[in-house]
């Protein structure tokens, strides 16, 4: 069964830090970017986040430019989103999504182009 697996959210205060991961079974993602995205409450999901399939690329939504780092180890399968001075405004649920096209060359935050995603991953900024 091929899928993404995150983990790592949970409740954080106010300018505190979590770390998300997000491991893949059942395929490789080697030859994949891979792009965080949020759902916050009422809102339509958004990109966070991406990682070309060689990591040599990244991209940043604006608004956590400067306190998020994505970052893959393709040994472990795993990419991980760094999360530090976090605000309540970036609770959300949170996916990772592996985009095969181009061999991963690219990143983008166009949903459909987007082969696989995760379950989702709470996170709550809150004091």
């Known amino acids: 069964q091929l899928q993404l697996v995150e983990s790592g959210g949970g409740l954080v205060q106010p300018g505190g830090s979590l770390r998300l991961s997000c491991a893949a079974s059942?395929?490789?993602?080697?030859?994949?970017?891979i792009g965080w995205f949020r759902q916050a409450p009422g809102k339509e999901r958004e990109g966070v986040s991406c990682?070309?399939?060689?990591?040599?690329?990244?991209m940043y939504a604006d608004s956590v430019k400067g306190r998020f780092t994505i970052s893959r180890d393709n040994a472990k399968n795993t990419v991980y989103l760094q999360m530090n001075s976090l605000k309540p405004e970036d609770t959300a649920v949170y996916y990772c999504a592996a985009n095969g096209a181009g061999a991963g060359r690219q990143c983008v935050f166009r949903e459909f182009q987007y082969d696989y995603w995760g379950q989702g991953n709470q996170v709550t900024v809150s004091s």
């Open positions: 990682i070309t399939s060689s990591g040599a690329s990244t």
């Open positions: 059942g395929f490789r993602l080697d030859y994949y970017a």
